[in-house]
């Protein structure tokens, strides 16, 4: 199998030096490029067309998330694994986001990021433990919030998951075990909440604001 080609995307010379050193002695790994910026790496990318970039987050200027997502918008084959610092985990949700498909600390193995590379080149997702620890919070802290937002009781984002699958008032009224009555009720009271007027129009606001799936 040819080696899979990768980029280096950190602003810190000792940093892409460090890394260079320990892929040297990889033969499943080709250093193809490198880069100090998110600008750079975005010109770059689209040159060079990278099978997996390694790309810090915090860069001056345009930051790793950004230099992500526009890497990403004009090359959907290419796969960016994130390579921060422990206490830069919060930034998981955006990277995911942005179109990551890996994120890993600085932290790991030699070992580890090789096998990470090669796993998102294979088109899996891979997140160090700690990232996905943090991107499930943010995920459930998220959910929260765009619940508060709206002013959506328990019981109203069940009908609503049920409304955007497509389900009548009466299938509703069976699932949750309450009579039809009460569910136009919480219709009703949904439509007040996110200003809708019809199902269509709510399916569609639930969407966009991800408050289903």
Sequence with gaps: MPPI?????????????????????RIEIEIIAESGSGEEAVEIAAEIEPDV???????????????????????????????????????VYEAVKAGATGYMLKSTSSDDLVEAIQAVHEGKALLHPDATAQLLKEFVTLADKRT??????????????????????????????????????????????????????????ALRSGLVT
């Design 148 to 205: 508060r937002d709206y002013g959506l009781s328990n019981r109203e984002m069940e009908v609503l998951q049920l409304l955007s699958e497509g389900k009548t008032n009466k299938q509703i009224a069976k699932d949750l075990w309450i009579s039809e009555q009460t569910v136009k009720t919480h219709v009703t009271h949904i439509f007040d909440k996110l200003g809708t007027s019809h199902r269509t129009e709510t399916v569609a606001q």
């Design 53 to 91: 970039i390694l790309m810090d987050v915090s860069m001056p200027g345009m930051n790793g998330i950004q230099a992500t997502r526009l890497i990403r918008e004009a090359n959907p084959e290419v796969k960016i694994v994130i390579l921060t610092m422990l206490n830069q985990v919060g930034y």
């Design 5 to 25: 080609k990768v980029m280096i995307v950190d602003d810190h010379n000792l940093v892409r030096e460090g890394l260079k050193a320990v892929f040297a002695q």
